[in-house]
């Protein structure tokens, strides 16, 4: 007998004990949930036994294996375990295959709020190596427009609530998938969940198991194009992420936001930004729940967070600030873990979510850089300084996260990082494995931005004598409303368009709610006659509403420097003076 044939009798002999102490699986326990053979994705025979690429639609094919009758994602009435979950991704994956045709390479974009569906999507589109788009909710039709021809997205997958959104021309250009989401079936038994949407996660032939899919043997590969406010030139840039990015940013908030198997997540942000900050993948890779918001409703977040067992969410400072200022905020009797960003948080905020018994992770971050990269103290990092200093040091931005390379402040003529002091300025620059892969079909930009081994932000920043970075402005003049970026540029663009208008410039004005909103100071033409309610009526038809000034000042002129630039830091210097003293 030789070695190989007497390895096998051995085999043989050990398999038949094991079927006596565990029995194989009947065919009616395999039916009954017991079957997580289907889950499995085998190793392509040249691969190299020591790497697998870095893929985050790997983490759904593992929790459904372990985690496959625990509950997956709760949105209103509906509840999915992960089994149910993963079963509609691949159905959903088949019907992009096989009723779509979607190859690797193609764009899919997405227009949905926080719902079942956009998460789904985010599994199924690059399951099928195909390249996700998502869109703001908050786009109107030229908007849409523009950005289904920059990335030539090929179908779009929108919710009914926003088919007003797209124009005919949009809907010439690319196939479209409906998904009605008005109400449950449980309130109106007469109408589907879902439209054409829930017809094909459940009735859709499942022709390619998971084992066929193109999942990604790139990991360089580019998962998503994630769109900027548009924040230089005007127009949105398109962010190229990579699979591999994805996957390590995903390993950094399974870490750094506290999730485990028994995480309950919110979804207080919108998905659309920065792929939910990865959270999507985050918590599905831990096991956990996702609650789904369509929008930020903040007396049924306080119902959550005291009734529905919720452990974590992520929100914008100004969501932070409603919900410490809302009529049913009360301290709850559990500890609750929050990601903050989006703009800087004040300290106020910061000390009243605490006495909530909510405890806010500060972040910064861009679309660029996969969303909240730096994050602020934690307890082990806090735990060296005077408990007083604590939310003072909490409002700065902090250090990188764990898969980002140390995060530097740079002299903008020299290149050479700045004194960690506190005080000297410099721009906040980024690089490693959470960087971008570059801004698609945008080369010119792509070289500006790529400078000296790192990815510069554009924002300005110093570092304290510890390390922590601290974002002191923003470099270019995009206005924070809401946690919304808004191009000054862009709404620049749309009011000199109008034909009474010669100049305008736009800055960041007061708002006690938003925090800040665009004021335009504009200039007429000599005899000519324009109204501030036509301006914002003007820009109401081409923008989202959050884009539109909140005032328009007419001036007589705007200061210049010597090139014929406006002078924008001296209007906004100017316009927040005369607010303190009002405020004064």
């Known amino acids: ?165 797209v124009s005919l021309k949009v809907k010439e250009m690319v196939k479209m998938i409906h998904v009605n989401d008005y109400c449950d079936n449980n309130d109106h038994p007469h109408l589907d969940y879902c439209c054409q949407y829930e017809q094909l996660v459940q009735k859709t032939d499942i022709l390619s ?90 007396a049924l977040v306080w119902k959550l967070l005291k009734e529905g067992g919720i452990t974590h969410y992520g929100a914008a400072a100004t969501v932070q600030s409603e919900l410490c200022n809302h009529k049913d905020a009360c301290r709850l009797d559990r500890a609750v873990h929050s990601v903050t960003g989006a703009s800087p948080v004040a300290v106020k905020v910061l000390e009243d979510l605490n006495a909530l018994n909510i405890y806010p992770i500060h972040a910064y971050g861009l679309t660029e850089t996969f969303g909240p990269s730096i994050n602020t103290y934690d307890s082990g990092s806090l735990s060296q300084y005077p408990k007083e200093q604590h939310s003072s040091l909490v409002a700065r931005q902090g250090y990188s996260v764990l898969c980002l390379d140390e995060t530097r402040v740079l002299d903008q003529v020299t290149g050479k990082d700045v004194v960690p002091d506190g005080k000297h300025v410099g721009e906040i620059c980024c690089s490693g494995n959470l960087t971008m892969l570059g801004y698609y079909n945008d080369p010119e930009e792509n070289k500006r931005v790529f400078r000296g081994g790192v990815f510069w932000t554009g924002d300005l920043g110093v570092r304290h004598p510890d390390g922590a970075v601290e974002v002191v402005d923003r470099a270019k003049d995009i206005i924070i409303s809401g946690g919304e970026n808004i191009s000054s540029i862009e709404l620049e663009k749309m009011i000199i368009g109008m034909e009474p208008v010669v100049e305008c410039g736009v800055v960041s004005g007061p708002d006690e709610k938003w925090g800040e909103r665009p004021y335009a100071y504009v200039v007429v033409r000599q005899d000519r006659h324009i109204t501030a309610d036509e301006i914002i009526a003007h820009c109401r038809k081409n923008l989202a509403g959050y884009k ?36 004064n």
């Open 548 to 583: 539109c000034p909140a005032k328009v000042i007419f001036v007589e002129s705007l200061p210049k420097t010597s090139t014929g630039k406006i002078k924008k830091h001296l209007v906004r210097e100017e316009l927040w003076k005369s607010y303190k003293k009002q405020i």
């Open 209 to 298: 198991q998971w084992n066929d899919l193109p999942l990604t043997v790139d990991e360089n590969a580019i998962l998503s194009i994630n769109y900027t406010s548009g924040s230089t030139g005007g127009k949105p840039k398109g962010v190229m992420v990579s699979y591999r990015g994805c996957y390590l940013m995903t390993l950094s908030m399974c870490l750094h936001a506290h999730l485990a198997s028994d995480t309950k997540y919110l979804w207080t942000a919108p998905l659309f930004h920065c792929n939910g900050w990865s959270f999507p993948w985050a918590v599905v890779a831990m096991g956990g729940t996702q609650v789904m918001l369509n929008k930020v409703d903040y």
């Open 1 to 165: 007998m030789t070695k190989t044939s007497a390895m096998v009798t051995a085999a043989a002999r050990i398999q038949t004990i094991a079927n006596h102490i565990s029995p194989s699986l009947t065919p009616q326990q395999q039916q009954n949930g017991f079957n997580h053979e289907k889950y499995r994705v085998h190793r392509k025979h040249k691969q190299d036994p020591y790497h697998t690429p870095l893929d985050p639609i790997r983490f759904l094919l593992r929790s459904a294996m372990v985690y496959s009758k625990k509950t997956a994602i709760i949105h209103k009435k509906r509840e999915y375990d992960y089994e149910t979950f993963a079963d509609r991704v691949l159905h959903l994956a088949n019907a992009l295959i096989h009723s779509f045709h979607v190859r690797p390479g193609d764009r899919v974009a997405i227009l949905c709020q926080n719902i079942p569906a956009y998460i789904e999507a985010m599994y199924a589109v690059p399951s099928v190596g195909g390249i996700l788009v998502p869109f703001n909710a908050r786009l109107i039709q030229p908007e849409i427009e523009y950005m289904i021809k920059h990335s030539g997205a090929t179908l779009l997958i929108v919710q009914d609530v926003f088919l007003t959104n």
